[in-house]
């Protein structure tokens, strides 16, 4: 089945260790995107590619990095975690944009703790 | 800009009654309009969407949504509900006019409990 696949499902990291989450797509879609979302609250957006093209939102700290080496994976990178950073983080794609319907489809999400 | 609103933290019924999930929305075009159901510890599924036509959009698990413009309202409705459909429901918007990618606005979330 098409779909968006995360891995790790759980990660937990020390303070300050550099993590990579993990994301890939069988549903070859141009855009992916990366969400933090903490405590039941609204999943805030951190950046997203369309194709090869990088859009980073104005708010995301320079400790979040993302690459796309290519069209089915995305990796999210966190240089040094802090515990504030601890949360659950959401991959999604979307066929294309900024026209028609594309609704986006989400992967499982990684729980990421921070000790 | 473009937002959504959802001004229930939670909303509780029982099961076999009809539930409403509110969602109000703020856009300076057109909307497109969408919810999706998180169960716990999961990703976020899609249920549906309202893009243009007919106001009423029907989903998934007997989901529906009714689009009403003069009230910047996409509420979530389900004739009869089931302790299953206990789960955190997002409403989301974007505006056709936004050029700017394909970026959904999401409301805070409504917890919604089904009680046997």
């Known amino acids: 089945d098409a779909m968006v696949i995360q891995n790790p499902r759980y990660q937990v990291t020390q303070f300050g260790k550099p993590v990579t989450l993990s994301c890939s797509q069988t549903l070859n879609h141009n855009v992916m995107y990366w969400y933090q979302q903490k405590s039941s609250q609204a999943p805030k957006l951190l950046f997203h590619y369309y194709d090869k093209d990088f859009n980073n939102e104005a708010d995301t700290p320079d400790n979040f990095q993302s690459r796309r080496p290519n069209t089915s994976f995305c990796f999210l990178d966190i240089r040094s975690p802090g515990l504030g950073d601890a949360a659950m983080y959401l991959c999604?794609?979307?066929?294309?944009?900024?026209?028609?319907?594309?609704?986006?489809?989400f992967g499982p999400g990684t729980r990421l703790t921070v000790l | 800009a473009q937002s959504v609103a959802q001004p229930e933290d939670q909303v509780n019924v029982a099961e076999g009654n009809p539930l409403t999930v509110k969602c109000t929305y703020s856009v300076s075009g057109n909307p497109y309009l969408f919810w999706y159901v998180q169960y716990p510890n999961r990703g976020l599924q899609f249920l549906l969407k309202?893009?243009?036509?007919?106001?009423l959009v029907k989903g998934s698990y007997g989901f529906e949504a009714e689009f009403n413009k003069s009230q910047t309202s996409f509420h979530l409705k389900k004739p009869s509900a089931l302790v299953s459909d206990s789960a955190l429901y997002f409403c989301?918007?974007?505006?056709?006019?936004?050029?700017?990618?394909?970026?959904?606005?999401f409301g805070g979330g409504t917890r919604l409990m089904v009680k046997p």
């Open positions: 989301a918007v974007r505006d056709m006019n936004n050029n700017a990618g394909n970026m959904l606005t």
């Open positions: 999604a794609t979307s066929r294309d944009y900024p026209v028609g319907d594309n609704e986006q489809f």
């Open positions: 309202y893009i243009t036509g007919d106001n």
